[in-house]
């Protein structure tokens, strides 16, 4: 659904998003508003990391006393960010309209972080927005830690491949003797520092972003899991009920295998069965599936989903260390080749290698 700016003669500026021109041209027409322009605005959507920041100001107003609807105001005059400064406004300018506040911030959020804009409860009381505000900031917290843990184990292996690469264009540049290929000699080995760096560039952004967590949910199950449990835990602090938070749960995944159980326990609780006959066995290690049985027998389905999650959690966190030894093992191997052949370039004259 395509945003829209409408600029004024007066030089006011709105934003909008509608289906299409036509539902513009009739909302100005209801509005008696005639001599404007338009444009079709892109504006700068909310990442996971954009989306915490925006939800973390919008906790520290309603903290010092605002409204939500002031509060947005508020960011729309003041904020630095003049990305910020227009999401804002065009938050504020569509919830005059009565559109609903999820579905606004949906809109400027990109196709990952929209799953995150479904927990915040602005119709309810004010301890319920700020407590589904401090639910939805948790769980993005929790997924931008998990890639800042990542970065930060890259960071080493990535400088040693960059001094390499530096020390190897150095090498071709002062020291190799000018031949006919000297000059293509250097535009190669700039142009693999170039691609090199670009490379480095986007996985760090990637990272620094949170997007690692789209990496892990395709290749861990303990991740999807452990984010499974704690999305319907925070789901649940909310006021949904479990059937009702499972429904939801399908949009914050993209794994198919995951999105189709997700489903097969909604509809089989829907259709009367109980909780062991819902849920899938894996979904319960251990203690877990000795209290998913218990349920049978009178016991609480909240012992067994807390002890999924911390099952879970246990594991992906063993998980987490894994990659974070391994990814870096095979950037340092990936450095140590670039190395090699800096060090080759400059011991060849001596090693008297042709």
């Known amino acids: 659904m395509p945003w829209y700016k409408i600029q004024s003669q007066?030089?006011?500026?709105?934003?909008h998003f509608f289906d299409s021109e036509k539902d513009l041209q009739l909302f100005l027409i209801n509005q008696g508003t005639w001599r404007v322009k338009w444009s079709v605005w892109h504006p700068k959507k909310f990442n996971y990391k954009r989306l915490l920041g925006f939800y973390q100001e919008l906790q520290s107003a309603l903290q010092s006393g605002f409204q939500i609807n002031q509060a947005i105001d508020n960011l729309s005059q003041?904020?630095?960010d003049s990305h910020l400064s227009k999401n804002s406004q065009a938050i504020l300018e569509e919830m005059k309209k009565g559109t609903d506040f999820n579905r606004i911030i949906s809109n400027l959020s990109t196709t990952h972080a929209q799953a995150y804009c479904k927990l915040i409860r602005p119709e309810g009381s004010r301890e319920d927005l700020?407590?589904?505000?401090s639910v939805s900031i948790l769980q993005l917290e929790t997924l931008l830690n998990w890639s800042n843990r990542l970065l930060k184990s890259i960071a080493y292996p990535f400088c040693i491949i960059q001094i390499s690469l530096i020390m190897k264009i150095l090498?071709?540049?002062f020291l190799t003797k000018a031949t006919s290929h000297h000059l293509l000699d250097i535009l190669l080995d700039i142009s693999l520092y170039s691609i090199t760096t670009l490379i480095q560039g986007y996985v760090a952004i990637s990272l620094a972003n949170g997007n690692a967590s789209n990496l892990f949910e395709r290749l861990n199950p303990h991740f999807r899991l452990a984010k499974l449990f704690a999305l319907l835990e925070t789901t649940r602090k909310t006021g949904s009920p479990l059937q009702q938070a499972l429904y939801s749960m399908p949009r914050y995944f993209e794994?198919?295998?995951?999105?189709?159980?997700i489903l097969m326990v909604y509809y089989k609780l829907k259709l009367g069965q109980d909780y062991q006959q819902s849920f899938p066995i894996y979904w319960f290690p251990n203690e877990a599936r000795v209290?998913?049985?218990?349920?049978?027998?009178?016991?609480s389905i909240e012992r067994a989903l807390k002890l999924a999650k911390l099952q879970h959690t246990k594991k992906w966190s063993k998980a987490v260390?894994?990659?974070?030894k391994l990814i870096p093992a095979l950037c340092l191997i990936i450095a140590g080749s670039f190395v090699t052949s800096s060090l080759l370039s400059l011991y060849r004259p001596l090693l008297e290698i042709p």
């Not at 007066?10 to 934003?15: G, L």
């Open 10 to 15: 007066k030089d006011h500026k709105q934003y």
């Open 78 to 80: 003041i904020s630095s």
């Open 130 to 133: 700020e407590q589904s505000l």
């Open 171 to 173: 090498h071709t540049f």
């Open 255 to 261: 794994h198919s295998g995951i999105k189709h159980d």
């Open 291 to 299: 209290a998913l049985h218990s349920t049978s027998q009178g016991g």
């Open 321 to 324: 260390s894994l990659y974070e």
